[in-house]
């Protein structure tokens, strides 16, 4: 590619004529993260402590210390998270290539259906029925699942019953699917996990993170503002923390998106 | 408790070296029978004390005990000269024990008196914080100090997305403001402290994060971590932010704040191994609430620990009986603010650990070693 066609790049993007649309929910300890079984270890709540506030602590500044889950808020997943991608290369966020954290997105929508059921699961036919409008997804690309989920209120949000989260997510065939015979590099959901609350019954439990992970491909949850974005043509960037040896990390997820 | 005379019997008061009657120096603290008669009685309506002086006119009086002394006491208003009455010791603002004198009687509307409502935290007609409504012993206090009286009892549920077993029992019912609060969040505990800080008379912290395992047995510091997080640092969030009103309100009329509330494990007074580290994390709170007591001393604000065995609760499910139920702690809870307490054990586990520690602690750390 040409300097020149960066830099035009960059003017579209000061000009307007490509919108940067931010696909990340504020990091605070009030949103909800997941729930595991009080048995299991759990992640960390986000915990926003001062250091100084322009006060007797630091009189000219103001500061904090934050902690959190690798998992917690709008957040990435690498393939070392799960089992299926333990001794994958590069398979960290530190060590995998930063050259995938910028790819272009087909976006579902599939906010309809989750409105009618919370355990709404996307299928391969959904898929095909999506191709057939909007062409065959390429390789390389995000597939990120439209609920409007993040529109919801926490409590809905998390939906949390007696028998643990109901909430939409992929299928074990779609995922297995859209791995092998797409080669899609991520998948994204704006729910609390790339899989479906209800996902620890499925065979095998949690496919999304089974698949995806198995293949060395990623994952973004927690996304929001997926209704700004066109079924294609929208470019993600998401760089996740340079952790050593991470599993995940909280990230701002943004968006290029042609005005156009 | 009084002096007794172990040679002749006879109880001593104020303490002394020796027995009035037989010279004889063995002196042994016990409890001594509680009635009395009154002899007589004055009004003090100009006391030179500032704090008498704000609450005059006071009234004390002579008491003759019919086991031998007579004391000075404050008087329930319903104490009539020449009556029975009935002696204990209390601790008023500033955290001294003195004698009270009550009718022999139950009278109408007792607990009501003014000079006796100075001297305890009872929870009628006051506002109270219960700090973790997830809890069952969160729950089963609410449920006691709306029995006991509370004007106002606000319940603190953290991650209000998350529902949880007896929510229904709390939300939308008379009497009971579920308010978000995760103790263990500086943030939460300061928002909450600028919405309800200057009305909370009684703080109850309900926190409970027990987890067993001790040392050896744990992979990581992670869970040690939530353990401080939660009692210990949850602790301090709590003090921190409601502490400075609670200080400045100890004087606020009818529902002035007069209590803060722990509920703690006995085994922070000595080491249970198989919940060691969830053990040490009790010993610090306790510690804490020893510096809490002090600091809200001067706002006549008392701080109550309840010591508790295991609970009747999941996370003890492997323990063998006996094991305290969460109603016996939160009626626990509404006793020991009716007496102005600033200690009480719950249950015979808690019972046992405190007479053995007094009588032997190396046998008790060697009991618990089981």
Request: proline share 7%; glycine share 10%.
């Amino acid at each position: 590619m040409q300097g020149k066609n960066l830099l035009e790049l960059a003017g579209a993007i000061s000009s307007g004529a490509v919108r940067v649309v931010d696909l990340t929910f504020t990091l605070s300890p009030d949103f909800p993260v997941i729930v595991l079984p009080p048995e299991f270890g759990q992640a960390a709540p986000v915990r926003i402590q001062e250091i100084s506030r322009y006060d007797g602590r630091g009189p000219a500044w103001y500061w904090n210390n934050v902690t959190f889950g690798e998992h917690t808020g709008t957040h990435f997943d690498a393939p070392i998270h799960w089992f299926t991608g333990k001794d994958l290369p590069n398979n960290s966020v530190d060590t995998m290539p930063a050259k995938d954290m910028i790819a272009p997105a087909c976006v579902i929508d599939c906010s309809a259906g989750a409105a009618q059921d919370p355990d709404f699961v996307l299928t391969v036919p959904l898929v095909e029925a999506w191709e057939a409008k909007h062409g065959r997804i390429p390789e390389r690309h995000w597939v990120l699942l439209r609920t409007d989920w993040s529109k919801k209120g926490w409590r809905d949000y998390a939906n949390l019953r007696d028998d643990g989260a109901h909430t939409p997510g992929p299928n074990p065939a779609v995922m297995k699917w859209l791995v092998e015979e797409r080669g899609i590099i991520g998948f994204g959901t704006e729910t609390i996990g790339t899989d479906a609350g209800q996902a620890g019954h499925f065979e095998p439990p949690y496919p999304a993170h089974h698949f995806l992970h198995g293949a060395g491909r990623y994952g973004l949850q927690c996304l929001c503002n997926l209704d700004q974005l066109p079924a294609t043509g929208a470019v993600i960037v998401a760089s996740p923390l340079k952790i050593q040896n991470g599993s995940g990390s909280p990230l701002r997820v943004i968006a290029l998106v042609s005005a156009n | 408790m009084l002096q007794r005379c172990e040679a002749c019997g006879a109880f001593a008061y104020p303490a002394r070296e020796a027995c009035p009657a037989c010279l004889s120096a063995g002196l042994t603290f016990v409890d001594a029978p509680r009635r009395g008669a009154l002899l007589a009685e004055t009004t003090a309506r100009v006391p030179s004390d500032v704090y008498f002086r704000e609450r005059a006119p006071w009234r004390i009086g002579l008491v003759r005990m019919d086991c031998g002394p007579t004391m000075v006491a404050h008087l329930h208003a319903d104490c009539i000269e020449g009556a029975p009455v009935l002696m204990s010791f209390q601790l008023d603002k500033s955290g001294q024990a003195v004698a009270f004198a009550r009718p022999e009687r139950e009278t109408p509307n007792m607990a009501d008196d003014r000079q006796w409502r100075e001297m305890t935290a009872d929870p009628k007609f006051r506002r109270v914080l219960v700090t973790n409504g997830r809890s069952l012993i969160g729950q089963e206090a609410v449920a006691a100090l709306k029995a006991a009286g509370a004007k106002t009892v606000f319940v603190g549920v953290s991650e209000p997305w998350r529902p949880f077993a007896g929510e229904q029992l709390l939300r939308g019912q008379a009497g009971i403001e579920v308010v978000t609060l995760d103790a263990a969040d500086e943030k939460s505990a300061t928002d909450l402290a600028a919405d309800i800080g200057g009305k909370v008379d009684i703080l109850v912290n309900t926190t409970e994060y027990v987890r067993p395992g001790g040392l050896l047995d744990r992979r990581g510091t992670g869970i040690a971590r939530d353990e401080i997080d939660q009692a210990y640092l949850g602790f301090i969030n709590l003090a921190q932010a409601f502490g400075p009103s609670m200080r400045t309100r100890g004087a606020d009329g009818i529902n002035s704040s007069a209590a803060w509330v722990n509920i703690l494990s006995v085994h922070a007074l000595a080491n249970w191994p198989a919940f060691g580290a969830y053990s040490a994390s009790q010993a610090a709170c306790l510690s804490l609430s020893h510096c809490l007591r002090a600091e809200l001393r001067p706002g006549g604000v008392k701080v109550m620990n309840l010591f508790t065995g295991p609970v009747d609760t999941e996370w003890f499910q492997t323990v063998p009986p006996p094991k305290v139920a969460p109603r016996a702690v939160a009626q626990a809870i509404v006793s020991g603010l009716r007496g102005g307490l600033e200690e009480i054990y719950v249950g015979d586990v808690a019972e046992e650990i405190r007479q053995r520690l007094a009588a032997n602690p190396k046998a008790l750390e060697r009991e618990l070693d089981r």
